[in-house]
């Protein structure tokens, strides 16, 4: 089935899909064993045109579809979360902000370079004590002698603690709203600002060769232009990215889930036991059944949500969903995918390890599963 796919998107599916599998497969497990981000790579997926893929031409983008850019992130993903995140994060939480909310002189300055993937850039939301309650956050960011002066940190910012990386966009406490509510705003922050400090994070169990950050700012000072739209928008920007960030991590999953299960039959093809290939056993055939039939379901499901960005129609119920879905449908596809593999699926040598590890963040970046519950239950009965 092509969903009612345009000949430009089927071109750009096999592109993206060759790109993968001739680029990407052959380094991409060791680039995860060694924890490595790989600026080659991210340049490569930039000559791909994989970043500014729905920014106009005018700013250095593709002008493409959003559908497009779902379908870049999914094949990616088939064949590694990694380079899917480094892809998603980029797009949807980098380049999103600056392009929907920036002034026409931040687009100028920021976005040719991140749209051809020599720079990147980070989505400052995250704290240490401000997850799921992003309006939690404690940095804040004064305005003093037309500066803001912002202190405080982040957590878990990908993209944002490597060579390439150009600033982050930042969300901070401004001030207090008439009704004593935070009053939250959006500020760039260059990477080479004083006062400012990024680390990358080590460690992961997932997204390993993917660029991880802790932010740090002491007394870091910006011009006042380097607000991001409105002061007190902070909070509603930095949500309708999620929104549309959400279709991207939707994607990464249904990416992993099809790759997942293409690795299960390949292996279940070679694998002989009690005198027959794994494949011939029914309840193989069933379990290959099952998951098959749920990539399908989450795929219509994805690209309806993307059909209804694309046409000017409100999404975030079915993007909520297709998050929601996609991440549960990997989790079963690289569970399947270890299972079949038995003992060997526990061995980093084979990618099911690597499945099952990539799956675990998609429950829990840009909004977890619960979140995305309460706002599918919201929009159903209405608050």
């Not at 493409?64 to 949807?92: F, K, P």
Request: charged fraction near 25%; proline fraction near 3%.
């Amino acid at each position: 089935m092509n969903y009612g796919l345009s000949d430009e998107h089927v071109m750009l599916r096999k592109a993206v899909r060759d790109f993968s599998e001739g680029e990407i497969r052959p380094v991409c497990m060791e680039l995860d064993r060694n924890e490595t981000f790989s600026h080659e790579l991210t340049r490569k997926m930039g000559e791909m045109g994989l970043f500014g893929v729905t920014v106009s031409p005018d700013y250095g983008g593709q002008g493409m579809d959003y559908l497009a850019y779902i379908i870049a992130v999914e094949e990616v993903s088939r064949v590694n979360g990694s380079q899917g995140a480094t892809v998603a994060a980029a797009n949807s939480l980098g380049i999103g902000p600056l392009y929907y909310y920036g002034s026409e002189e931040q687009k100028r300055k920021y976005l040719p370079a991140l749209c051809t993937g020599t720079s990147l850039w980070g989505f400052g939301l995250t704290e240490p004590d401000a997850g799921s309650d992003a309006g939690g956050s404690k940095t804040s960011a004064v305005l003093k002698d037309r500066h803001w002066i912002i202190n405080g940190s982040k957590i878990f910012i990908t993209n944002a603690a490597n060579e390439m990386t150009m600033g982050s966009t930042v969300q901070a406490i401004t001030g207090r709203r008439p009704d004593g509510k935070k009053e939250i705003s959006c500020i760039i922050v260059d990477q080479h600002a004083p006062g400012f400090e990024a680390r990358p994070m080590h460690n992961k169990m997932t997204w390993r060769a993917s660029n991880t950050a802790e932010l740090y700012f002491s007394d870091v000072t910006v011009p006042e232009g380097n607000l991001l739209g409105k002061r007190g928008d902070g909070f509603k920007q930095m949500l309708a990215t999620l929104d549309r960030g959400r279709l991207a991590i939707a994607a990464m999953g249904l990416g992993g889930a099809q790759g997942a299960l293409e690795a299960a039959v390949a292996y279940a093809k070679d694998r002989r036991q009690f005198g027959r290939s794994l494949v011939e056993f029914q309840n193989t055939q069933f379990k290959i059944a099952e998951i098959s039939t749920e990539i399908e379901s989450a795929r219509a499901l994805l690209y309806k949500a993307c059909n209804l960005l694309d046409t000017d129609k409100r999404f975030e119920k079915q993007a909520a969903m297709a998050k929601y879905y996609c991440s549960e449908v990997m989790k079963r596809a690289a569970d399947f995918c270890v299972q079949i593999h038995g003992g060997y699926g526990l061995m980093e040598e084979y990618p099911a390890a690597m499945y099952f590890r990539d799956q675990r963040l998609l429950e829990i970046g840009e909004g977890t599963t619960e979140v995305q519950k309460i706002v599918i239950s919201r929009h159903v009965i209405g608050q």
